[in-house]
Nanobody, 115 residues
Framework: QVQLVESGGGLVQAGGSLRLSCAAS????????MGWYRQAPGKQRELVAT???????KYVASVKGRFTISRDTAKNTVYLQMNSLKPEDTAVYYC?????????WGQGTQVTVSS
């Protein structure tokens, strides 16, 4: 059974930093894509940053220059380094992975940025 386990959320002041981690475990043959989405209260879930199937990275415009996605392919783990956090970054952050052509979601981790 494949699982995505997230960690690293929390409460931080504006301007601070957090690092999220997401590890995929279970019987995995191929990681097609892996990244992060977020959902703020009353808003739709949006892509934050991801590694695409071609291996490149993609970011939503609002986080470019502040967030960095990285990965450890040997551990099937992706990270999201979030710097210069703003109150508008407050949301539940979800790890998403396409593994062996199936789509998986993590349970979500809360990120709260206070002003």
């Amino acid at each position: 059974q494949v699982q995505l386990v997230e960690s690293g959320g929390g409460l931080v002041q504006a301007g601070g930093s957090l690092r999220l981690s997401c590890a995929a475990s279970g019987s995995i043959f191929r990681v097609i894509a892996m990244g992060w989405y977020r959902q703020a209260p009353g808003k739709q879930r949006e892509l934050v940053a991801t590694f695409t199937s071609g291996g490149s990275t993609k970011y939503v415009a609002s986080v470019k220059g502040r967030f960095t996605i990285s990965r450890d392919t040997a551990k099937n783990t992706v990270y999201l380094q979030m710097n210069s956090l703003k109150p508008e970054d407050t949301a539940v952050y979800y790890c998403n992975a396409v593994l062996d052509y199936y789509n998986y979601w993590g349970q979500g981790t809360q990120v709260t940025v206070s002003s």
